[in-house]
Nanobody, 123 residues
């Protein structure tokens, strides 16, 4: 059974940084691309970043490009999201997902999700 557990969220001032982690279990981790999505109150879940199974390819939403960095440690079965220069509009619940097929920016391409971690950026 696949399990994804996010951690690292919290409250930070605008301009600050946070690092999210997502620990995976249940399938051969390096076989699957991983993605980060976020959902703000009253909004749909949106793509943030994705990384291929080997870590050699990364993809970002325009809103976070240049500020966020996705990485993975396959030996630790963990994917990370380093978030710098945070803005109030980055406030959301952040979810990691395990990619099963399809375009990386679609939530429907992911078959397992974590419970989410809250990120709040104050102005």
């Amino acid at each position: 059974q696949v399990q994804l557990v996010e951690s690292g969220g919290g409250l930070v001032q605008a301009g600050g940084s946070l690092r999210l982690s997502c620990a995976a279990s249940g399938r051969t981790f390096s076989t699957y691309a991983m993605g980060w999505f976020r959902q703000a109150p009253g909004k749909e879940r949106e793509f943030v970043a994705a990384i291929s199974g080997s870590g050699g390819n990364t993809f970002y939403a325009d809103a976070v490009k240049g500020r966020f960095t996705i990485s993975r440690g396959n030996a630790k079965n963990t994917v990370y999201l380093q978030m710098n220069s945070l803005k109030p509009e980055d406030t959301a619940v952040y979810y990691c997902g395990q990619h099963t097929g399809g375009v990386y920016y679609s939530q429907y391409a992911y078959d397992y999700w974590g419970q989410g971690t809250q990120v709040t950026v104050s102005s």
